[in-house]
């Protein structure tokens, strides 16, 4: 027999019971019920979109902002899929965004990447449908038919130059290379020693221009120095100032001083050769005087030099006159 308290535990376990389920199943009905994000719709047209489900991340610009409540073939066109996503409210979702779908990792999960916008473009209302972007797979198919279109190419040129006609020009330009090569290496051997000394002579010609470039580079640092010294602004500063003094000259002036001081210069030149011309007579008559002069006076130093006491006793004559002879 089922006692009171047995009643009692079980009427408390079931109360539990049930209050538990009631918890999950708000938890679990909330987001529908008291749904606070936005509504999108994404459209993919011939895009496959395996590995994105119900609940996968919708991320905007690496933040997670909302999730993926439902996926659905379209029933007017079934080439396309509608997929709805719920975004936070207050995301800014703008006209120009595109919905990209990404691989997450290498599990092989996808998820919804929202990318670009500008900030010139229009909100996007909820309900409304968010444009779709490039997905990983077009871009891989679109590369690999960029690359396939190439490798065919390729393969085409090897076609042709496989050809028998390409293989036969093949061969003979092979043979007139080898040729060639031979003829050149036969040139180089012949031309060594002259080709040493050219090497030589570049090496040389290296050298000097070295230092030629020294030299310019040393000429070019002494330029720079005088451009930046204190002596060439003194010397512009003085060519300044005798410009401006040469500007305040009245030149006029100056060049009527200069032709009367030139006038009276060859006056006085014109006088000088009169004169030299009247008295030129005179001039060599004193020339020939001084002559004299300097021939009696050459005379009487050596007299001198020879018998000083002259200058005593004076001279006498070397043959006196005798004194009988007067008588």
Known sequence: MVTRAQKIRLGIFIIISITVILIAIGTLSYDRVFDTRDIYYITYKDVSVSGLDVGSQVKYLGLNVGNVRNIKIDPKDITRIIVTVAIEQGTPIKEDVRA???????????????????????????????QPGKSLTEDITGRAEVIAEKIELVLNNLLALSSSENQDRIFAFVDESANTVRKVSEVLDENRERMDRTMANLDTLVVELKLMSTAAKTTAETFNNFMSSDT??????????????????????????????????DDVLTHTETLVMRNSGKFVDTIDELHLITRYLSSTARRIDSNPSILIRGSRPQSPPDDKLER
């Open 100 to 130: 990209e779908i990404s691989t997450i990792g290498i599990t092989g999960l996808k998820q919804i990447a929202l990318r670009g916008g500008t900030v010139e473009s229009d909100m996007l209302q909820p309900g409304g449908y968010i």
């Open 232 to 265: 060439l602004n003194t010397m512009l500063a003085d060519m300044q100032n005798i410009t401006s003094t040469v500007r305040e000259v009245d030149l006029t002036k100056l060049i009527e001083d200069v032709n009367k001081v030139l006038v009276s210069l």
